[in-house]
């Protein structure tokens, strides 16, 4: 069933708009003309059409597919992208888009190949969708080459981990740390666990089949000792939504935990910038002054900064900024990774690995984990060695 179109406010160009027969309307900036112009529409008998001048009408419908037949996840990953596209081609038209425009928005960003290729896949399958219904005869970007993703390539080791920790200095992220990598699930899984989904008895988490990622199977992610009894505290804390949440009480999001990693990084690099006597240099402070306000907002109000400030500032940000480029880049998934790699190097088969990440074929994902140890000569003389027995 077909959601109401309702009006809501852009932020970017700070009016109110409504998508009605396939055409998006500009209701103006005040939320009560808005919505008494949005009911006069409705009065009106509609007919679905889509403007062949308009390539923001198109991503407005294809955005409204996504909110009714994608995760929210996902619909919030394409809202994200192609808002940043049409703000940067505001009144570009389908027959004008170019795999050029596509590149050049996309090098604008300084992000890792895996986001770029995340960025272009984002219009390809856009446009991609607006041709299969009908709504251009031609995909503009067909030809459009998208780059490989980066291979996730690390992997952390116990030790390397106990180090990690000592950097944390939340303890709401500190948990969230200990249970990804003691229990190899999914971040989003671990993002979206309740208490509904909590099997005490059998110290394991139980994702119905429409929760799990390919929805093939029911998703079990089991727990270690440690990890049940964080969980059991989260529990009682947080009976009805997600258990784990930062310091402010709020359910992690995927940004959230991107910040704690990005702090994290700085921490861990600052150690080793500091034990090379590197300094900021002028000429990227001068830089980054450059592109500074003098004017900030903190807590909703303005504040003006010295010049001094300003400078104690903007070496601060270099710094950072330098010092993170000395540590790797962690996430969760490295933990999910990383503990499928201990979990082979222990002699666990690959079927038993499989089912504890919940694969739904696990053996070409495993494959790639094996790639990884491929290059520990020491373990596969001891395996080849055990084959002769």
């Avoid at 200095?169 to 993002?191: H, T, Y």
């Avoid at 004017?295 to 909703?300: A, M, R």
């Avoid at 900024?321 to 190097?345: I, Q």
């Amino acid at each position: 069933m077909a959601r109401r179109p309702r009006p809501w406010f852009r932020k970017s160009r700070k009016a109110w708009f409504v998508t009605l027969g396939g055409v998006q309307h500009n209701l103006g900036g005040s939320k009560k003309e808005a919505f008494d112009q949005f009911h006069r529409l409705l009065a009106r008998p509609q007919s679905r059409r889509v403007s062949r001048h308009s390539l923001a009408v198109i991503i407005d419908e294809f955005l409204e597919f996504c909110r009714l037949h994608r995760s929210p996840a996902n619909f919030i990953n394409y809202r994200q992208r192609l808002q940043r596209f049409i703000s940067r081609w505001p009144n570009l038209r389908p027959d004008e888009l170019r795999p050029f425009h596509v590149e050049k928005w996309a090098d604008a960003y300084e992000i890792s190949r895996t986001t770029r290729r995340n960025y272009l896949r984002a219009i390809k399958r856009c446009m991609r969708w607006a041709k299969q219904q009908g709504y251009i005869d031609a995909n503009p970007i067909a030809d459009l080459e998208v780059p490989s993703g980066e291979a996730r390539e690390v992997v952390i080791r116990p030790e390397e981990f106990a180090r990690i920790l000592t950097f944390v200095r939340d303890e709401a992220f500190r948990q969230l740390l200990l249970v990804a990598w003691d229990s190899g699930c999914r971040p989003q899984e671990i993002l979206k666990v309740t208490a509904m989904h909590v099997d005490v008895t059998n110290s394991r988490w139980v994702f119905k089949l429409v929760e799990s990622k390919m929805k093939k199977k029911v998703r079990v992610v089991y727990l270690t000792e440690n990890s049940l009894d964080i969980t059991k505290r989260l529990m009682v804390e947080h009976p009805k939504g997600p258990l784990f949440r930062n310091s402010r009480g709020q359910p992690w999001t995927v940004t959230a935990v991107a910040c704690q990693w990005k702090r994290l990084r700085v921490r861990i690099g600052l150690e080793e910038y500091q034990r090379l006597g590197q300094v900021p240099e002028a000429a990227m402070i001068d830089e980054v002054l450059q592109r500074w306000k003098t004017t900030w907002k903190e807590q909703g109000k303005k504040v003006t900064k010295s010049d001094r400030e300003l400078f104690v500032e903007a070496r601060r940000h270099v710094r950072n900024r330098e010092a993170a480029l000395l540590a790797p880049r962690y996430s969760l998934y490295a933990f999910r990774h990383s503990f499928a790699t201990r979990a082979l190097e222990h002699g666990i088969d690959a079927l038993t690995v499989g089912t504890l990440l919940g694969h739904a074929d696990g053996g070409s994902t495993l494959a790639r984990v094996y790639s990884h140890l491929a290059g520990n000569s020491q373990r596969l003389l001891e395996q080849a060695r055990r084959a002769t027995e």
